[in-house]
């Protein structure tokens, strides 16, 4: 028995930990952690997306995602909380952005279209809104690969391969320091959620 082919509009994200860059801009590769992966994934399953990239080129970190995932989808996990092994499901730990792209076009067998989040100012010429990218991806016939960046955000090395960027997610206040757990939930939010 074959398994049916996916939607080829199909969303997908990733949390990028390398190339992210550190407070002086400087390219580095952050730890991934327990808590990000867990929780990005209960919320991409969610809002419907087709799969969540963990990015670190650093093996023993991808370990720790392997092994989060063991007890999620076979552990003791999967026992007492099915529903969360079925978000964990579709978690894939790999080395670059670049794995994750083939892998997308591997399922659809076309390469996947870059959405990037970041608030820097400087990129406000390919910045998009929420509505706008909603009404495209509504549409889209081939699939889309959602970055999110940790540490102090994705670096312009892979930045310069983006096209189109959403733009930053504001409060009523002129503090925005989110974690990228609640920015990634809050864009799925706006993309994704059933128009009331």
Known sequence: MTEPEPPRGAVYCALVHHPVRDRAGEVITSAITNIDVHDIARSARTYGL????????????????????EHWKTG????????RSQALGQVHPVLSVEEAEVEIERVHGLRPTLLATEARPELAARV???SAERTRLATATAPTLILFGTAHG????????????????????????????????????RLFAPQR
Request: aromatic share 8%; proline share 7%.
């Open 154 to 189: 994705i670096h312009p090395s892979l930045l310069d391969r983006v096209g189109r960027v959403l733009e930053p997610i504001w409060g009523p206040t002129d503090y925005n320091h989110l974690s990228v757990r609640a920015a990634a939930a809050i864009t799925f939010d």
């Open 128 to 130: 998009v809104s929420c």
């Open 76 to 83: 003791a996990g999967a026992r007492r909380t099915p529903e």
């Open 50 to 69: 087709a799969g969540y990239f963990v990015v670190s080129p650093i093996g023993a970190q991808r370990l720790v995602v392997d092994r989060i995932l």
